[in-house]
């Protein structure tokens, strides 16, 4: 089965702090995603990337940047964390014609 | 009006009952569509495609109505363990994104 995993569970960051939410995959997936989750909003697409240092915006990339260096990992920054910021973060992989894998999900609560 | 909807519910119903959500999508490019399940405070999960044709899985039905733009999901003989929400996924011909539902919560009960 592909292992999405995400560096933390949960996260209390201040206000103005630099955050880096970390992604690994271990199926040589092309695609990976970042997607916020909030109550009666759903998800919603922050940024994507297809390859390499390849990056997309999604639907609320705004506070937010990536950075995927290597194949296996997807890095999402909050560069000055913000209180509306406050969410579940969750990574996904997948490869051409297959549904996506999620990890666990981080919530963050910036405080 | 959005991309994917779906009613959020709750769907409360008795254990042994057959429930059906339907999802709406309003782009009719749409290419691939998916039903995942979440549980609470859990990743989303995929529970299946649907094709054209339909198609079954165990006590799961997935049915698509191109004409209508709306997928559905049939779960028959509900167990205590189907209570999630479920997830409507859609996505367009030639991307890679998803487009999420935001979900339908339901609740079998004992």
């Known amino acids: 089965d592909v292992k999405v995993t995400q560096s933390s569970r949960y996260l209390v960051k201040r206000t103005g702090e630099k955050v880096f939410l970390e992604c690994v995959q271990d199926?040589?997936?092309?695609?990976m995603f970042w997607y916020r989750q909030d109550p009666g909003l759903g998800l919603r697409l922050i940024y994507f990337s297809y390859d390499v240092k390849m990056k997309e915006k999604g639907d609320i990339p705004e506070g937010y940047s990536v950075s995927r260096e290597k194949k296996e990992r997807f890095s999402l920054i909050l560069e000055s964390a913000s209180t509306n910021q406050t969410s579940m973060y969750l990574c996904a992989s997948s490869t051409q014609g297959y549904g996506y894998t999620f990890g666990s999900g981080t919530r963050l609560t910036v405080v | 009006r959005k991309e994917v909807e779906q009613d959020p519910g709750p769907f409360n119903v008795p254990e042994g009952a057959t429930v059906a959500f339907n999802c709406t999508y309003s782009n009719s490019a749409s290419q691939s569509f998916f039903w995942y399940r979440q549980d609470c405070r859990k990743e989303p999960k995929l529970l299946m495609s649907?094709?054209?044709s339909g198609n079954e899985d165990g006590r799961f039905t997935a049915q698509l109505n191109r004409a209508s733009q709306y997928i559905s999901l049939l779960i028959r003989d509900s167990k205590l363990s189907d209570s999630a929400t479920y997830l409507c996924v859609v996505t367009l011909s030639g991307t890679y994104k998803y487009i999420f539902g935001t979900g339908t919560r339901l609740k079998v009960l004992a």
């Open positions: 199926m040589d997936h092309e695609n």
């Open positions: 649907v094709y054209s």
